[in-house]
């Protein structure tokens, strides 16, 4: 097939490209998931008598079957109850990252042309793209499992578990290979695709919360949502307790299925352009646009509503399934009351909820953020530099608008919860006010990890989107979510602003703690921009 | 001088020179020295052309005026001021155009021009307009969809639809077609009636020729040479060709002479600027017949200093700063 010629070449410098990049992604996954996997070993090894209970205590309590499925009281099994969504979001971001540079990136920087006007098939960058995700995925099967039986788990449920997490990878790789047809540009393409893995998430989550648990209170079988959503394909092999492969073949079938699609597509569009072509826009600028904050509000607007999109449906969704948590009785309370007291279940529920949330708009204001560096990296800061705009008055139109976003997407968070959560259980208003107060404590957290990248980008531009996003998986792990159940010391906890959040609305807020972050929020943008100030530019050669 | 803003009238009163830089040092880490001592200067009112190879320290040198990039020693006056320091009162009364323009991908030219315009102190929307047709853009598009060329006329435009003191241009005419490079020389030269000053980095030597007062040469991050382009001329030697009665063989000893071509009575040779009258003399003793002096072309002006550079070890094609 002429169309490919090439394409060996191409997979050789793409893996010279990635040669850093794709085995640090999964030696970082395989590395969370072996650590976890031998706390939660040697936890079980020493209390056995504790496995059955905890795992009823899981599957009693919707609000955490969001978090995975339970399939049975094995050590494995309650591990990747709590890690395999995590892994399975990294898996599916390394293969898009992956499929999207190799593709629509290369178009978009003008490299496919010089390759294109080389003795390479029109399908060649695709297939490339492709093998090397994949190829990343099947190592990532073998590393992830081999972790697990490091860690002392049965031979072949790790074998299924790692393979089961590398597939929601391989999907991933077929959706990303169609959405890089689609969109003409990086950001677009990678959007979409993070598009789809927001509604797999929410589809899988759906799927466990509402699925129907076994008499002895030990296994869940899903509800129908899940089998729409590749992470719930990856699930359902159920590794450690049934480890079925047959699933496998459903991920197979939908990358086999989406890379025809986009093969199909790349032979009806042009080099260099998406499926959706420009229009054409306005002649004059609007004055809202003429301002340092107008036209950073102007380049984010886009993904400021995708994410508002994502979290008001998770907001609604949530919101609605409030009235099973107020059922919820037994040993299922134990993990709210860590929040709030067992008095008040509903408001420690909620206070998860915003956790989470807050989590997920720190992780929009980093991508925000990390435009500053991109600027410099690409140059399009030198012509506005080159105008009347000080440094600070660029810096500060990214914090304004990194402020107001994150304000804006919490509130309409909680709105949205509010609204669902009012009519199951009546009394919106008062929920309301309850919510927005809760909504609103999560931003000094937000703000101390912004302003961490915004220091991280003037001090040490080149390493500071690699930093950044450690920063933020370094925070949300140490954090409330997930550190206390890993057993994690006292002092790793403090390091998460997000350990420092009261926990409304289920308890009163108290201004200590808030102060604090402010503070140090405070502390970091103003060594960011003291740093700014000083250093030369790294613009483009 | 048509002169708006009285603050920038002032400006203009009291500063007879636009850029003065003496003794300019930027170095890229311990081992790479950008910039070598550089010393450059464009008087008000004039436009001053800066070449060079590629990798001289051109775009660097732009750079630090811009106050993006910090000197590391030397002296650099813009406008009277410190161009670090003063960065944002400076700006206002300058425009740039970058060689490599990076601009946002989802915004029309339209936009741009009125951002940057905006950001710059304002521009005057009648020469927009006016600018807009003569550059034939189109403000519609979206960055992206536009060629190298037309991102340049965006760049262009939003430059020249400000009435500044200053223009700093740094290649801007690398990607236009010849109708175009028409409409910049014209653009440049009403800047110029209008008492404005511009800083002209280019490689393309008609432009240079037909739009500078005078130029400075950067070989290596120093300026090798500068002045007008008949002070340049006077530096380089003259080619000789010439016919005597008597045989021209002692030609190749006479101090000042090189590169002697010599058959009987027939000669070609080039001649050091310094010692022309004194070879004049010895050659009318040898009976001229015949006698044609050239002086330089600009090409050959600019190849000397520019194959000198790539003579040089170590420096050259693909070496964006020169080691030391």
Known sequence: ?541 | MCLHDPDIGRDVVSVSTAIAVSGLVKDFGPRTRALDHLDLRVEAGEVHGFLGPNGAGKTTTIRVLLGLLRADDGHVDLLGGDPWRDAVALHRRLAYVPGEVNLWPNLTGGEVIDLLGELRGGLDAARREELLERFQLDPTKKIRAYSKGNRQKVALVAAFSSDVELYLLDEPTSGLDPLMEAVFQDVVQERRAAGRSILLSSHILSEVEALCDRVTIIRAGRAAESGTFDELRHLTRTSVVVDTARPLEPVTRWPGVHDARVRDGHAEFSVDPGELNHVLAHLVELEVRSMVTSPPTLEELFLRHYDEDLARPGAGAGAEVTAR
């Open chain 1, 1 to 541: 097939m002429s169309g490919f010629t090439g394409t060996t070449r191409l997979v050789r410098l793409a893996l010279r490209r990635d040669r850093i990049t794709l085995p640090a992604w999964i030696l970082g996954m395989a590395t969370f998931l072996a650590a976890t996997t031998a706390m939660f070993e040697d936890s079980y090894t020493r209390h056995p008598e504790l496995l059955v209970p905890d795992t009823q205590i899981v599957i009693e309590n919707p609000g955490m079957r969001v978090l995975g499925l339970v399939t049975g009281p094995t050590i494995g099994g309650y591990t990747l109850h709590r890690d395999a969504l995590t892994l399975a979001v990294l898996a599916a971001l390394m293969s898009v990252f992956a499929v999207v540079r190799h593709t629509r990136q290369s178009e978009e920087l003008g490299r496919a042309e010089m390759l294109g006007a080389g003795v390479v098939g029109r399908y060649a960058s695709l297939g490339a793209a492709v093998i090397v995700a994949l190829a990343a995925n099947v190592v990532l099967a073998g590393v992830l499992g081999l972790g697990m039986i490091g860690a002392g788990q049965p031979v072949t449920g790790s074998l299924v578990a790692g393979t089961s997490i590398a597939l929601v990878g391989v999907a991933f790789t077929g959706v990303a290979a169609v959405t890089s047809q689609l969109a003409s540009t990086t950001r677009g393409a990678t959007g979409l695709a993070g598009a789809a893995l927001g509604g797999s998430f929410l589809l899988a989550a759906l799927g466990n919360m509402l699925g129907t648990v076994d008499s002895a209170g030990l296994r869940v079988t899903s509800a129908w949502p899940t089998w729409l959503s590749p992470i719930g394909w990856g699930q359902q092999m159920r590794p450690f307790a049934d480890n079925l492969w047959w699933p496998a073949g459903l991920s197979l079938l939908g990358l086999g299925l989406s890379f025809g699609a986009a093969v199909v597509l790349v032979g009806r569009r042009d080099v260099g352009r998406g499926m959706w072509t420009e229009r054409r826009g306005p002649a004059r600028a609007r004055s809202s646009l003429l301002s340092p904050t107008g036209l950073v509000w102007r380049l984010q607007r886009g993904a400021l509503l995708g994410w508002a999109i994502g979290l008001v449906g998770f907001g609604l969704v949530f919101g609605a399934l409030s009235e099973q948590i107020s059922g919820i009785e037994g040993a299922a309370t134990e993990w709210y009351a860590t929040f709030g007291g067992e008095a008040d279940l509903l408001g420690a529920y909620w206070a998860s909820m915003m956790q989470m949330a807050g989590m997920a708009v720190a992780a929009y204001v980093v991508t925000l953020l990390l435009r500053l560096h991109h600027d410099e990296a690409q140059g399009t800061m030198e012509p506005l530099l080159a105008t009347a705009v000080s440094r600070l008055r660029w810096f500060a139109a990214y914090a304004v608008n990194a402020l107001v976003g994150a304000t804006l997407l919490m509130l309409l968070f909680a709105g949205a919860l509010a609204v669902t959560g009012g009519l199951v259980l009546g009394g919106s208003a008062a929920l309301l006010r309850d919510l927005v107060g809760a909504a609103l404590v999560q931003l000094p957290a937000i703000g101390v990890l912004g302003a961490a990248v915004l220091a991280l980008v003037l001090l040490v531009p080149r390493w500071s989107v690699g930093l950044s996003w450690t920063l933020v998986v370094a925070a949300v792990f140490v954090g409330p979510m997930f550190g206390p159940s890993l057993g994690l010391p006292r002092w790793l906890l403090d390091l998460s602003p997000f350990t420092h959040v009261p926990n409304a609305p289920a308890v009163s807020v108290s201004p200590g703690p808030v102060l604090g972050l402010v503070a140090a929020c405070a502390l970091l943008a103003g060594a960011g921009a003291l740093a700014m100030h000083h250093r030369n530019l790294a613009l483009p050669a």
